[in-house]
């Protein structure tokens, strides 16, 4: 038996048994218990392919309601796992995590054979902590620029390919528009809260800009440059103009609600926003454009962080070895090409981009799909357990100077100093 009463009392709350799959429990099967999340249509698609897990073994699963805030969820497994509760079977975890949570997970290599070989190197070394696999890849991530595809054929305009002309083309259209009276229209809508979705934000103008990724690989802490303080004051230069003051509160979806009602020009987040832009009912289906994010300057690259979640497996399960089949056939080919399809949730298996469906179904696959095997990753491996201290640093700095609390040069100098605290100046 489960003992929702202790998790719930470990978990403030926040934890709830929201589904139970599968039918008559054979004599030899076992309950489990996933832990999915619900951004966009998570929930609905996890629930479909746990539900033929266990027509198809016998077992029965149980989902698991958990915030859909990263910075939240990851709090929560926290506290779970270091209760030594076994509650939750299998986890969804970001791809930031695995430095974090590596000793409470199980290492799936003994059960899961020559799987992880189809997948994208990268992303299995990224979840390999001292030689143990302690994650799979379920979908990869990168952000992108969403944009009105008509608005900007109506004003003789092309995507853009930096900052600034990002900015110059949002100006443009909303003073016209605005003059005809659409006065909700904004320019540009991204994830400006203080949390881990500013970090990913901010670390793709820095990184587009030149500025590095806030922590080398060597341990050194490089935030505090020139291209990196560049990168803060040009955006820093949108709040109040070209994206609403609100926007320092928006989370991947307040951002995609504003933009899929047809009230913005331009919207950076994941890719799996491209599927419910594209809906049935969706405002501006067929009206959006979606390509890599723009560059910082003419001598700046294109960028974007890399994103997704992995499935693992907790250390604490009574049942590893049937958890171990569950994480491997949702991350299965089949089951990653239903995603792709259904939601736009970008497969972590390279083959996937070749096959004519998924092609079909996700067109600016084909055309970003360097932006996805080549996304700038954040310190996570680098400064380990302390990551979400960095995170969390870092996110709370970049909001100061979004704000206008503080100027980014003072800024990233007093971050710079708390982060060479935080890191012992190298020794992570």
């Known amino acids: 038996m489960r003992r929702p009463d202790r998790l719930r009392r470990r978990a403030a709350g926040l934890l709830c048994a929201a589904l139970l799959?599968?039918?008559?429990?054979?004599?030899?099967?076992?309950?489990?218990?996933?832990?999915?999340?619900?951004?966009?249509?998570?929930?609905?698609?996890?629930?479909a392919a746990v539900e033929a897990w266990a027509e198809r073994t016998g077992h029965r699963v149980t989902l698991v309601s958990t915030p859909n805030s990263s910075t939240e969820r990851l709090a929560l497994y926290q506290q779970v796992l270091a209760a030594g509760a076994d509650d939750i079977d299998v986890l969804q975890v970001d791809v930031v995590w695995p430095g974090i949570l590596h000793r409470h997970l199980i290492d799936l290599k003994p059960y899961?054979?020559?799987?992880?070989?189809?997948?994208?190197?990268?992303?299995?070394?990224?979840?390999?902590?001292?030689?143990?696999?302690?994650?799979?890849?379920?979908?990869t991530d990168?952000?992108?620029?969403?944009?009105?595809?008509?608005?900007?054929?109506?004003h003789g305009l092309t995507p853009p390919t930096t900052w600034d002309e990002l900015a110059r083309s949002a100006e443009t259209i909303l003073d016209a528009e605005r003059a005809a009276g659409?006065?909700?229209?904004?320019?540009?809508?991204?994830?400006?809260?203080?949390?881990?979705?500013?970090?990913?934000?901010?670390?793709?103008?820095?990184?587009?800009?030149?500025g590095g990724t806030l922590v080398a690989a060597d341990g050194r802490v490089t935030v505090n440059n020139p291209q990196a303080i560049e990168a803060l004051q040009t955006a820093a230069s949108w709040?109040?103009?070209?994206?609403?003051?609100?926007?320092?509160?928006y989370d991947e979806e307040a951002a995609r609600g504003v933009f899929q009602s047809g009230k913005a020009i331009f919207m950076r987040n994941w890719p799996y926003a491209w599927a419910l832009a594209q809906g049935a009912d969706s405002p501006v289906r067929g009206k959006v454009g979606v390509s890599a994010l723009p560059r910082g300057g003419a001598a700046g690259k294109t960028s974007g962080t890399l994103g997704g979640w992995q499935l693992a497996v907790s250390r604490h399960s009574r049942h590893p070895a049937e958890a171990?089949?569950?994480?491997?056939?949702?991350t299965s080919a089949a089951q990653q090409k239903q995603r792709a399809i259904r939601a736009a949730y970008n497969p972590t298996l390279p083959a996937l981009y070749d096959d004519s469906e998924v092609l079909a179904a996700n067109p600016f696959f084909g055309q970003l799909r360097r932006t996805f095997e080549h996304a700038v990753v954040r310190p996570s491996r680098v400064t380990g357990s302390r990551y979400n201290r960095v995170s969390s640093a870092f996110w709370q700095a970049t909001h100061d100077v979004l704000s206008g609390e503080a100027e980014a040069a003072d800024r990233l100098a007093r971050l710079e100093g708390r982060l060479n605290r935080i890191g012992r100046r190298g020794r992570w």
Do not use: K
Request: charged fraction near 15%; include cysteine; aromatic fraction near 10%.
């Open 112 to 139: 899961l054979g020559d799987a992880p070989a189809a997948h994208f190197p990268a992303l299995i070394a990224n979840s390999t902590i001292d030689g143990r696999l302690v994650a799979m890849p379920w979908w």
């Open 324 to 330: 171990a089949d569950l994480v491997r056939f949702l």
């Open 21 to 47: 799959l599968g039918g008559a429990l054979p004599a030899r099967a076992v309950e489990l218990a996933i832990a999915c999340g619900a951004l966009g249509l998570e929930r609905d698609l996890c629930a």
């Open 182 to 210: 659409n006065t909700d229209l904004q320019g540009f809508v991204w994830q400006g809260r203080a949390y881990e979705g500013l970090t990913c934000n901010a670390l793709e103008w820095i990184d587009s800009f030149g």
């Open 239 to 249: 709040v109040g103009g070209i994206s609403p003051q609100g926007v320092l509160n």
């Open 142 to 154: 990168a952000g992108v620029l969403y944009y009105r595809r008509d608005l900007l054929e109506r």
